[in-house]
């Protein structure tokens, strides 16, 4: 993994478009204040689209016997 770049906060403040441009990219970036790290900004994670509640509803079939357990699984748990 390459080093993240690292701007003074200066820089950091000259060149905000470019660093966001950079991080957009999925680079990160450390800001620093007298030579010493003082932040990272790191790209957000994607937002998970999900979908409503029941959106599946139609599309998935549960058989009746779902609950039973098959004799030849039950027999190898000992649970006959």
């Known amino acids: 993994m390459e080093a ?3 701007y003074n906060v200066h820089e ?3 060149h905000f478009s470019r660093i966001l ?3 957009a990219t ?3 970036v ?3 204040k ?11 994670r994607p937002k998970v689209r999900r979908t409503g509640r029941g ?11 779902f609950d039973e357990l098959p004799d030849d699984i ?7």
């Not at 007298?34 to 957000?44: D, M, N, Q, R, S």
């Not at 039950?74 to 006959?80: I, K, L, P, T, Y």
């Open 21 to 23: 441009e950079q991080v």
């Open 30 to 32: 450390v800001i620093s």
């Open 4 to 6: 993240a770049r690292q």
């Open 12 to 14: 950091a403040k000259t």
């Open 74 to 80: 039950a027999d190898a748990f000992g649970m006959r």
């Open 26 to 28: 999925g680079e990160e």
């Open 55 to 65: 959106s599946l509803a139609g599309a998935i079939h549960i058989p009746d016997d």
């Open 34 to 44: 007298a030579g010493e790290p003082v932040a990272e900004v790191v790209p957000l």
